[in-house]
């Protein structure tokens, strides 16, 4: 059973450039949720993904954007890269029943931006 | 104020002692609370969910305070692997179900 699988691993841009990260969740799950982690800090909830919709966002500007596909799996694309754009992203997949979503987390992706 | 709050620590612990930290949280609409472990440069991993009577998962026991709104965790006969960051973790299930709310995390560093 594989788990939540993303790519690339690592990644270097330059500042401006535009970058898209991808997501595979767990089998069987059906919800995706995308965080940025800085280093040092928490993973913060950037936006979830259900249906193919997004179902919620935290506070990240537009220049972050989602996508979900009929498969579930997801994209994370980022425009107008700047340098505090640098950290790990992580996607977490979950399973939308019952009252708890377990969120289970991929490697992540290493991004760099200089 | 940030809504999860940790100390960053490092607890520097002796293999086979007892550590135990807690995590503040500013929003009393919280309802969910889980305890994840990161190692270094990896993803982080659910450790164990915290119910209101407490609970424990092998030398790891997670209590919640509801009126003082903090969560605690304790590990107990500290094993080398318990080397990690741990993160606390809270969700307000009414108007943001599936959002994870990350503290920074507390560091646990076991020598031998």
């Known amino acids: 059973d594989a788990g939540v699988t993303q790519s690339p691993t690592h990644l270097i841009k330059t500042r401006g450039q535009q970058v898209t990260l991808r997501c595979s969740p767990k089998s069987g799950h059906d919800t995706v949720s995308w965080y940025q982690q800085a280093l040092g800090q928490g993973p913060q909830f950037i936006f979830q993904?259900?249906?193919?919709?997004?179902?919620q966002r935290g506070n990240f500007p537009d220049r972050f954007s989602g996508h979900q596909f009929p498969n579930y799996s997801s994209e994370l694309n980022v425009n107008a890269l700047l340098l505090g754009d640098s950290a790990l992203y992580l996607c977490?997949?979950?399973?939308?029943?019952?009252?708890?979503?377990?969120?289970?987390f991929g490697p992540g992706t290493r991004l760099l931006v200089l | 104020r940030k809504e999860v709050e940790q100390d960053p620590g490092p607890f520097n612990v002796p293999e086979g002692a007892t550590v135990a930290f807690n995590c503040t949280y500013s929003?009393?609409?919280?309802?969910?609370f889980f305890w994840y472990r990161q190692d270094c440069r990896k993803e982080p991993k659910l450790l164990m969910s915290v119910y209101s009577s407490g609970n424990e998962d092998g030398r790891f026991t997670a209590q919640l305070n509801r009126a003082s709104q903090y969560i605690s965790l304790l590990i107990r006969d500290s094993k080398l692997s318990d080397s990690a960051t741990y993160l606390c973790v809270v969700t307000v299930t009414t108007d943001s179900w599936g959002k994870l709310q990350f503290g920074a995390g507390t560091q646990v560093v076991v020598t031998p």
């Open positions: 993904y259900y249906e193919e919709e997004e179902r």
């Open positions: 977490a997949s979950s399973l939308a029943t019952g009252t708890e979503e377990t969120q289970y």
């Open positions: 929003n009393s609409a919280s309802q969910s």
